[in-house]
């Protein structure tokens, strides 16, 4: 999987207002059967989006054409349970780049990290006040600014710093996995093993 550059982004966003979302109601376990990253944005949240006959939920978020964008904005407590990396593939499959909660778990925030998935966590009272904000527009903008790590309500101009991991955030910067940096600084690692 190439890894596209993130510096800044503007879009909408998808309002999931609910809490405590594990990752077995991101990608159910039934569909763990690939290795390759592509495909699973089709069973994100699966049993919340579809009813048991295969047909779409109409009060789903993703499934009212009101929402889109490559936002997905979270209840506190997101990618809680099993520490699988699918959960990141489906939700950047399924065309998000940015997940906004007041709190991630750990394992989950790393493996979005790691495959291009910027997650944003922020306070709950502004997370309040984006879910306001959507609310009262379904086509506001929001603006993350990786390299200055805010995110804004573009209509509002209220604005909240993130926290990220300096690694991950050149690896973000550049559009690297572990192994492109490595490979980016090989001329660093030459000159350390000539003078060991």
Sequence with gaps: MVIPKFEKLVSSAVPLKVENV???QIIPARFLKAVARE???????????YDGQGSPVALFPMNDKRYNG???????NFGSGSSREH??????????????????AD???NNAL??????????ETFLEK?????????????EIDLENQNLTIVSSGEKTNFDIDAYKKQCLLNG???????????GEIEKFEQVR
Excluded: C, H, M
């Excluded at 790691?114 to 306070?123: D, H, M, R």
């Design 107 to 109: 394992i989950f925030k």
């Design 176 to 186: 690297y996995d572990d192994v492109d940096y490595l490979v980016s600084i090989r």
């Design 114 to 123: 790691n495959n291009g998935l910027l997650p944003v966590q922020v306070s």
């Design 70 to 76: 490559q936002i997905l904005v979270a209840g506190k």
């Design 39 to 49: 495909g699973f944005g089709d069973n994100l949240f699966r049993d919340w989006r």
């Design 130 to 142: 984006i879910f306001e904000a959507i609310e009262a527009d379904p086509a506001t903008q929001f």
């Design 22 to 24: 594990d990752t077995d």
């Design 87 to 104: 959960a990141a593939w489906a939700i950047y499959d399924g065309g998000f780049n940015v997940v906004v909660s007041s709190f991630f």
